[in-house]
């Protein structure tokens, strides 16, 4: 391959370009090595200290202290409105007129209408006596607290039905149909209202007191005689097994001496039956509650 003469460089031309390039680079070396001496000689001079001029600053004048907590104002003190009750009129309650009390030989019919309230329905008055009831009541009371039974005086009429007795081998017992013959006697007290009771006992307590008196018992009370009376009858022992009788006198007489030793009063509830005793028992009970 041939070269044009204007591609080729000649020898002289070549070596004054590398000189160039070499007187260059010296330059800049000598550049920098200038600039490194300068800062590293600026360095290491020492720096004169300079003194500072002194501030005078102006005098601070405390100014007056806020307040931390801003005053309260005074509550308003507001009086309370008194509201003047209104007078209410109430309806006037009329008591019940209250019955008034008969004189003793003028109280059979009072009595009557109280028993009847006090029986709370059952038909008590044909069993009542129809005169001098207070009395009658009163007395019969009286000898119930002595063991004994006042059947004259006694202020109700006596059962309709025969006492009957039954012969077994031989001997003779209380029939016990015959309890029946005090059914109504004993339902009468168990079913007595408690209430109508208390309530009709004390409207007549001045009547009884009056009847009590005329038997001269001095200062005791009546209901002190009527406790007595209950007593007496709340003993009377009750018996579940058949009772043998004594045929042979006129009256029966119990064949258990222990039996027929007890007063009248107490008999008379071993006659009423087991069933019957208790309701009595326990209407006596109560009778009694109220009284003490």
């Not at 200038?34 to 002194?54: F, I, N």
């Not at 207070?134 to 009286?142: K, P």
């Not at 222990?258 to 009063?265: G, M, R, S, T, V």
Request: charged residues 25%; without cysteine; hydrophobic residues 40%.
């Amino acid at each position: 391959m041939q070269v044009s003469q204007e591609d080729r460089i000649t020898a002289p031309e070549q070596r004054r370009s590398t000189n160039s390039l070499v007187i260059a680079a010296v330059v800049i070396l000598l550049i920098i090595i200038g600039g490194v001496y300068y800062l590293v000689s600026s360095d290491d001079k020492s720096v004169e200290p300079v003194e500072p001029t002194p501030v005078q600053l102006p005098e601070i004048v405390p100014e007056e202290p806020l307040p931390t907590v801003a005053p309260l104002p005074e509550p308003e003190i507001v009086e309370p409105e008194v509201i003047e009750p209104v007078p209410v009129t109430l309806p006037e309650v009329v008591e019940p007129a209250e019955e008034p009390l008969p004189n003793l030989n003028d109280s059979d019919e009072f009595v009557h209408q109280k028993t009847a309230e006090v029986a709370d329905g059952m038909k008590i008055e044909p069993l009542l006596v129809e005169k001098d009831l207070v009395r009658h009541f009163v007395v019969f009371v009286d000898n119930l607290a002595q063991g004994e039974l006042a059947r004259k005086v006694s202020p109700l009429q006596a059962p309709n039905r025969i006492f009957t007795v039954s012969e077994i081998t031989n001997k003779t017992y209380l029939n016990p149909d015959s309890y029946h013959r005090y059914d109504l006697y004993a339902d009468f007290l168990a079913g007595m209202n408690q209430e109508q009771l208390a309530s009709a006992y004390q409207q007549m307590t001045p009547l009884l007191g009056e009847a009590f008196a005329e038997l001269g018992y001095g200062d005791m009370a009546f209901d002190d005689r009527m406790v007595e009376a209950i007593d007496v009858m709340l003993a009377a022992p009750i018996i579940e097994q058949p009772i043998e009788l004594d045929g042979v006198s006129v009256n029966y007489q119990f064949m258990d001496p222990k039996l027929e030793a007890l007063p009248n009063a107490q008999k008379l509830m071993i006659r009423m039956g087991p069933d019957n005793s208790r309701k009595v028992k326990a209407a006596l009970r109560k009778i009694k509650q109220q009284l003490q």
